[in-house]
């Protein structure tokens, strides 16, 4: 496949990697094999991963799993080419995987070899936090493995069956698929400010009653609910990694008050943020 691949962090069991398809017609690429497990963000596009007995429909929201020592080809179903964050692991760390999630079906069924799920707020915000780190080189070894650690984590313990969602048709991801990456690329540099709908929808070129509809159906939540999330998951981070205080960490993550903070942090982690603070590693 013609892409541009570059190495943007290098750890001990891992490397994360940038992709970018550099193909300019909708295509089906020659067989390409698989050497390391990989988990990968899909940030722009829309191709079919087409590995065996399965093809599956990948586009932003989506994150592909992929054992190593089996074949895959790639179709591309979108006139812009797609870029993906690769978590790419070593041997090593791979069998310690296998071992940790080796009761689940993806791991023993020889079958399957790669699978895709839907991401959710908390992964997505995570990938997106790594990748700020990395970009801007302002993150420890230690803290970025630990997020490295903590998203895995995440997105294995969320595998299921493969099924595509039968809601987002070739129509919506052609028409929509741009409102939805940039609608989030938006929400994630800026919520820590206090942003609007309207402003969004602006950003995306789209009313804001047809970006709700749209956004909801990509994402599972409307964009308040994706806003909060992102808040909420931030400050998590801030609690477990920082000595910050909980006012300091509400206000740095976008709340306007203590109270709203304390009640909607309860909700989501069911605890107070204080009680999060001291709480395990959710690497557990």
Do not use: W
């Not at 069924?109 to 990938?127: C, K, V």
């Not at 970006?211 to 400050?235: D, E, G, M, N, V």
């Not at 206000?251 to 395990?280: D, K, L, M, V």
């Amino acid at each position: 496949m013609d892409a541009d691949i570059h190495t943007r962090y290098h750890s001990d069991f891992y490397r994360v990697l940038d992709f970018k398809c550099r193909c300019t017609d909708c295509r089906t690429s020659k067989p390409e094999y698989a050497e390391s497990f990989c988990i990968s963000f899909v940030r722009k596009g829309n191709f079919l991963y087409n590995v065996f007995r399965h093809s599956m429909d990948s586009y932003t929201g989506c994150v592909i799993i992929t054992k190593p020592g089996y074949e895959r080809t790639i179709t591309h179903t979108h006139a812009i080419p797609d870029e993906c964050t690769i978590f790419e692991f070593t041997h090593s760390f791979h069998q310690e995987l296998t071992q940790r999630y080796g009761h689940t079906k993806f791991f023993r069924d020889n079958d399957l070899h790669s699978t895709l799920l839907r991401t959710n707020t908390e992964t997505e915000f995570l990938h997106f936090h790594i990748s700020q780190l990395v970009g801007l080189r302002s993150g420890s070894k230690l803290q970025i493995d630990q997020l490295v650690l903590q998203m895995t984590d995440k997105v294995l313990g969320s595998v299921t069956d493969y099924a595509p969602d039968t809601r987002i048709n070739s129509r919506l991801k052609k028409n929509h698929l741009t409102t939805i990456e940039r609608a989030k690329e938006y929400i994630t540099t800026h919520f820590t400010q206090d942003i609007s709908l309207f402003e969004i929808a602006a950003y995306c070129y789209v009313s804001p009653f047809h970006f709700s509809r749209i956004f909801k159906t990509f994402t599972s939540c409307s964009p308040h609910q994706y806003l909060l999330s992102i808040r909420l998951q931030h400050a998590a981070l801030l609690l477990r990694n920082t000595m910050q205080t909980v006012a300091d960490v509400a206000f740095s993550s976008g709340f306007n008050s203590i109270e709203h903070f304390t009640a909607a942090f309860r909700q989501q982690y069911q605890c107070p943020p204080a009680a999060f603070r001291t709480g395990t590693p959710s690497f557990r």
